[in-house]
């Protein structure tokens, strides 16, 4: 499985940026893609989803209203919208491939991550 997670960089709060993960057509049909991120000296945290079936969507509430996953399948990519970025988004942001089709809440792969830093 390779995917690779771009897009991150340095914002100010309140800034956007748009996370890119390119996967193969294979595994974009098949499974369900998402996003996690991990901070320094915090646990994991699974962001958001989105099925490969019908496009349907998952959100942790700490992102709710403010991020958007979305898929495009000429391009084989999923896309992560981040706005009205706070301090708390800072970390490495993963996408991942969860095991089936629909979004169950778990990640099987995933590649390297993009750093994202907010800062003032």
């Known amino acids: 499985v390779q995917l690779q997670a771009s897009g991150g960089g340095l914002v100010q709060p309140g800034g956007s940026l748009r996370l890119s993960c390119a996967a193969s057509?294979?595994?974009?049909?098949?499974?369900?893609i998402g996003w996690f991120r991990q901070a320094p000296g915090k646990e994991r945290e699974d962001i958001s989803c989105?099925?490969?079936?019908?496009?349907?969507?998952t959100y942790a509430d700490s992102v709710k209203g403010r991020f958007t996953i979305s898929r495009d399948k000429d391009r084989n990519t999923v896309y992560l919208q981040m706005n009205s970025l706070k301090l708390g988004d800072t970390g490495v942001y993963y996408c991942?491939?969860?095991?089936?089709?629909?979004?169950?809440?778990?990640?099987?792969?995933w590649g390297q991550g993009t750093q994202v830093t907010v800062s003032s």
């Open positions: 057509k294979f595994i974009l049909d098949r499974y369900a």
């Open positions: 989105i099925s490969s079936i019908d496009g349907s969507t």
């Open positions: 991942a491939t969860d095991p089936h089709a629909m979004c169950t809440g778990r990640f099987d792969y």
